[in-house]
T-cell receptor, first 115, second 112 residues
Framework: ETGVTQTPRHLVMGMTNKKSLKCEQH?????MYWYKQSAKKPLELMFV???????ENNSVPSRFSPECPNSSHLFLHLHTLQPEDSALYLC??????????????FGSGTRLTVV | SQKIEQNSEALNIQEGKTATLTCNYT??????LQWYRQDPGRGPVFLLL?????KEKRKERLKVTFDTTLKQSLFHITASQPADSATYLC???????????FGKGTRLHILP
């Protein structure tokens, strides 16, 4: 385990469902990120939180709604998704003070399938 | 336009040989360049960072070079092993506090 835990690992949902993805880290990191990874595409940054404050929303559709109640937890709330939203959703964390020296620590991801 | 390009095809290397992966970028001036490893169904794992003023960095069997004139980084795995088979991602960091921009990755297969 990397220290970043994502649940669930797999999720199948209908287009009218509402579900949430959860990410948790106890590494003492203050920055957390949501990424989308689709086949044959680079990782797409969705949201960035620094010290619980959202600092970036990368033109993500409103059917994705992030929530960061504290520096250790990050959620991604999903509603009325489309089949093209099926992908691996990755959470990552980092320690801004350390800079890029240690990279991002990623969770194992949630494999989402929208039917 | 800004681009990060990695070998689009999978790379097959015989066990024991050196595997070399390429990362080229266009219209970026990164201060740092990182390499990650990703196994199927898992998130990327950070391997190495190299700074713009460094030509080469080594860690065990890994070696990374960074040529800011050519806008290219090479990632070498010496004495490759089947366990090195994975997808390797190159990532640019424009400034110390900036977000990371990832390439698509190159799938590496080490053949026994």
């Amino acid at each position: 385990e990397t220290g970043v835990t994502q649940t669930p690992r797999h999720l199948v949902m209908g287009m009218t469902n509402k579900k949430s993805l959860k990410c948790e880290q106890h590494l003492g990191h203050n920055a957390m990120y949501w990424y989308k990874q689709s086949a044959k595409k680079p990782l797409e940054l969705m949201f960035v939180y620094n010290f619980k404050e959202q600092t970036e929303n990368n033109s993500v559709p409103s059917r994705f709604s992030p929530e960061c109640p504290n520096s250790s937890h990050l959620f991604l709330h999903l509603h009325t998704l489309q089949p093209e939203d099926s992908a691996l959703y990755l959470c990552a964390s980092s320690h801004p003070v350390q800079g890029p020296n240690y990279g991002y620590t990623f969770g194992s991801g949630t494999r989402l399938t929208v039917v | 336009s800004q681009k990060i390009e990695q070998n689009s095809e999978a790379l097959n290397i015989q066990e024991g040989k050196t595997a070399t992966l390429t990362c080229n970028y266009t219209n970026y001036s990164p201060a740092y360049l990182q390499w990650y490893r990703q196994d199927p169904g898992r998130g990327p794992v950070f391997l190495l960072l190299i700074r713009e003023n460094e030509k080469e960095k080594r860690k065990e069997r890994l070696k990374v070079t960074f040529d800011t004139t050519l806008k290219q980084s090479l990632f070498h795995i010496t004495a490759s092993q089947p366990a090195d088979s994975a997808t390797y991602l190159c990532a640019l960091v424009l400034n110390r506090d900036d977000k990371i921009i990832f390439g698509k990755g190159t799938r590496l297969h080490i053949l026994p």
